[in-house]
C-alpha cells in the first residue's frame, strides 16, 4: 500500500498551541503519532512523506524514525525544519539503508493509475498537467490552505494524525471534490 503524509513536527512543543493540537505535550503528541502511523502502515507498505518530519536534530529523527513502519521517502528540503536532521552529515548515509529514501528533488511527479500525481511540501497553484487531471498532494498549510481543483493537504492536521492511503486520496477526490 502507498502513503502520504506531512507536518507531524515530532517534538515540537509550540506546534501544540499553533496548530490547535489535542495534546498535553510533545511526547504525548508523538506517542499517540508515531501509534497511529503504525495502525495504517504496515511494514513492507511505503510512505511518500513532503516534510516538516522534526524541527529537531539527527538524534531526534533516528529515535522517532526507528519507530516507525514502512519504507519512507522522505523530500529534500534544506531550508524549512527539517534541515536540522537534514544536513547533519549521519543523515547522509541513511539513504543508503532502507527502508529511509531521500527524494532529491523538492517537487516529485509519480504516474499513479488512472491521474499523475505531484507532490511537494507547499500548496501550489498550479502543476503539471493540472489541467489534465493530475493530483497535487502537498503539506505545509495545516488545514489553512483551500485551494481548488485536484488538490489535497495530507499534513496529520487534517487527517486525524494518521497517514493516508492512495485509496483515501482516490476516494476524496472523487467524492469531496466535486
Request: glycine share 6%.
Amino acid at each position: 500500500m502507498i502513503f502520504f503524509s506531512s507536518d507531524h513536527h515530532f517534538g515540537h512543543e509550540n506546534v501544540i498551541e499553533y496548530c490547535n493540537r489535542p495534546f498535553s505535550s510533545s511526547v504525548e503528541m508523538d506517542e499517540t503519532m508515531i501509534e497511529r502511523w503504525n495502525e495504517r502502515v504496515m511494514p513492507g507498505d511505503t510512505v511518500y512523506y513532503l516534510g516538516d518530519f522534526t524541527l529537531n536534530d539527527f538524534p531526534k529523527f533516528n529515535d522517532i524514525f526507528t519507530k516507525l513502519n514502512g519504507n519512507i521517502y522522505f523530500m529534500k528540503m534544506p531550508f524549512h525544519h527539517d534541515r536540522r536532521w537534514q544536513s547533519d552529515k549521519r543523515a547522509s548515509f541513511l539513504s543508503y539503508m532502507p527502508p529511509l529514501h531521500v527524494l532529491e528533488n523538492v517537487y516529485q511527479f509519480m504516474f499513479d493509475d488512472p491521474k499523475p500525481l505531484v507532490l511537494c511540501h507547499y500548496p501550489i497553484a498550479e502543476w503539471d498537467r493540472k489541467h489534465y487531471g493530475s493530483i497535487h498532494l502537498h503539506g505545509h498549510s495545516h488545514g489553512n490552505y483551500s485551494g481548488t481543483g485536484m488538490i489535497l493537504d495530507v499534513g496529520v492536521d487534517n487527517h486525524n494524525f494518521y497517514p493516508i492511503s492512495i485509496n483515501d486520496v482516490k476516494w476524496f477526490m472523487e467524492n469531496e471534490n466535486v
